[in-house]
Nanobody, 123 residues
Framework: QVQLVESGGGLVQAGGSLRLSCAAS????????MGWFRQAPGLEREFVAA????????FYADSVKDRFTISRDNTKNTGYLQMNSLKPEDTAVYYC????????????????WGQGTQVTVSS
């Protein structure tokens, strides 16, 4: 089973950038599609972005499209989320997850989660 650890969160001003990393260990990382999700206080966890096992087939939530970029480096067993033009409404705990093909929503398809990293965007 793969284990996932996120890093790279922090406090940034609106308009700034952050890059989140998701380091994987255990079973072969490259066999999994990977997703990023976020959860703000009092709200449900929501889908942010996903990428196929080979690095192709990228998907984004409308709210982050053209601002965030998901990528992965299977040689380093690491996934990334580059976040640009950050807004206060992007404030949340960000989670990476291994994603399978079962389930009707992206959140339902995530079956292995990291512990999360806090991103706070000040206005």
């Amino acid at each position: 089973q793969v284990q996932l650890v996120e890093s790279g969160g922090g406090l940034v001003q609106a308009g700034g950038s952050l890059r989140l990393s998701c380091a994987a260990s255990g079973r072969t990382f490259s066999s999994y599609a990977m997703g990023w999700f976020r959860q703000a206080p009092g709200l449900e966890r929501e889908f942010v972005a996903a990428i196929g096992w080979s690095g192709g087939n990228r998907f984004y939530a409308d709210s982050v499209k053209d601002r965030f970029t998901i990528s992965r480096d299977n040689t380093k067993n690491t996934g990334y989320l580059q976040m640009n033009s950050l807004k206060p409404e992007d404030t949340a705990v960000y989670y990476c997850a291994a994603v399978n093909s079962r389930g009707s929503t992206w959140v339902a398809r995530a079956d292995i989660w990291g512990q999360g990293t806090q991103v706070t965007v000040s206005s």
